[in-house]
Nanobody, 120 residues
Framework: QVQVVESGGGLVQAGGSLRLSCVASGRTFIAYPMAWFRQAPGKEREFVAAIGWSAGNTNYTDSVKGRFTISRDNAKNTVYLQMNSLKPEDTAVYYC?????????????WGQGTQVTVSS
């Protein structure tokens, strides 16, 4: 059974930065695409960013382009989401997912989520 565990959420002022981390168990971490999603109160879960097995393949939703960066360290089974210039509308629970396809991203394992709150 694959376990996906996020960390790094918290409360930050608008314009600030946070880095989320996600560790996925399993010996073949490198073989799978990874992604971040988020869900704000009263809204559906939405795609934020994805990264293929090669760190050179990344994809972002338009609202975070230029502000968020997804990366991975395959030696540590870890994927990161660096979030800069945060806005109140970025407030959400952020979920990490391991996928079976990169684009469109198809998740098969989810983490429990980590709360990000951006104050104005």
């Amino acid at each position: 059974q694959v376990q996906v565990v996020e960390s790094g959420g918290g409360l930050v002022q608008a314009g600030g930065s946070l880095r989320l981390s996600c560790v996925a168990s399993g010996r073949t971490f490198i073989a799978y695409p990874m992604a971040w999603f988020r869900q704000a109160p009263g809204k559906e879960r939405e795609f934020v960013a994805a990264i293929g097995w090669s760190a050179g393949n990344t994809n972002y939703t338009d609202s975070v382009k230029g502000r968020f960066t997804i990366s991975r360290d395959n030696a540590k089974n870890t994927v990161y989401l660096q979030m800069n210039s945060l806005k109140p509308e970025d407030t959400a629970v952020y979920y990490c997912a391991r996928g079976v396809e990169y684009l469109p991203f198809k998740p098969n394992y989810w983490g429990q989520g980590t709360q990000v709150t951006v104050s104005s």
